[in-house]
């Protein structure tokens, strides 16, 4: 059911509600007799005892109102994917590191460390401490390659950037 179907119902729910809340105690009234004593019965207590018979019953309906209307009206949070912009979440990082980053992504994910190094500004120390951060946050994985490292944007962050 949409939102739109459950608020109507929802509100035809309260003003259903609102008419029954309004209206029995009309009715109780004009049901309540006007002689005391018939057939040695006192009808006054005889109408109190049907009244005191009926609050579980009207109580329950209450109940089970609030119920449907708490169903109709509830908010449930669903969880929605939302495909996030890499340059917004590139904004936390330092200039070299987004360096580097931009860079992963460019080149889907995995890139040798030695051509990190050769990103203007950044030279071998700087890349390997770079590195070693983005290794200790959780953001890369380094593998041996020889003389030099693969470095690879971790699983989870390639699926939010580049969807695979």
Known sequence: MDEKSKTAVGLIVLMIMFLALFSVPKIL??????????????????DYQTIVNLIPFVAGIGFLLGIIIFYLFYQRNEKK????????????????????????????????????????????????????????????????????????LKKEIVKEFLGE
């Open 81 to 152: 994917i939302v495909k996030r912009d890499p340059k917004i979440i590139l904004e936390m990082f330092g200039n070299e590191e987004k360096k580097i980053l931009t860079r992963l992504i460019e080149k889907k994910g995995e890139i040798l460390q030695t051509e990190i190094s050769r990103i203007e500004g950044i030279g071998k120390v700087k890349a390997y401490r770079i590195i070693k951060k983005l290794n200790k946050r959780g953001i890369i994985e380094v593998e041996s390659f020889g003389k030099t490292n693969l470095i690879k």
């Open 29 to 46: 009234e004009e049901n309540v007799s006007t002689v005391c004593i018939v057939e040695g019965e006192c009808q006054h207590e005889k």
